[in-house]
């Protein structure tokens, strides 16, 4: 499988934004999520789109601050993220996964990027 590249990560003060984008191969572009995930720690679900997307779903801890968008012709998804809070703080993923997968908060998608770090100061 083709991996992911993810980018825009950076370090910003809690209550800014970052905008992450990911690109992946056309073939494998389809419904996306975006997990992230800290050291020690399990990979966490955070967004998803569907492949045409008209549909999104939102872990709790992001709703209504962060908001997932895809551009097809680029084989490209976005997470914008707004009014971070610290424990926002981790490395951000994309993945590409059937649509009924993501919205159960899971992925079978094993061939992870490099991700992209996103660090929240106080």
């Known amino acids: 499988q083709v991996q992911p590249t993810e980018s825009g990560g950076g370090l910003v003060q809690a209550g800014g934004s970052l905008r992450l984008s990911c690109t992946i191969s056309?073939?494998?572009?389809?419904?996306m999520g975006w997990f992230r995930q800290t050291p020690g720690e399990e990979r966490e679900f955070v967004a998803a789109?569907?492949?045409?997307?008209?549909?999104?779903y939102y872990a709790d801890s992001v709703k209504g601050r962060f908001a997932i968008s895809k551009d097809n012709a680029k084989n490209t998804v976005y997470l914008q993220m707004n009014n971070l809070k610290p424990e926002d703080t981790a490395y951000y993923y994309c993945?590409?996964?059937?649509?009924?997968?993501?919205?159960?908060?899971?992925?079978?998608?094993?061939?992870w990027g490099q991700g992209t770090q996103v660090v929240v100061s106080s």
């Open positions: 056309a073939r494998t572009f389809r419904a």
């Open positions: 789109i569907s492949h045409d997307g008209y549909n999104t």
């Open positions: 993945a590409p996964e059937r649509w009924a997968t993501l919205i159960r908060g899971r992925v079978d998608f094993d061939s």
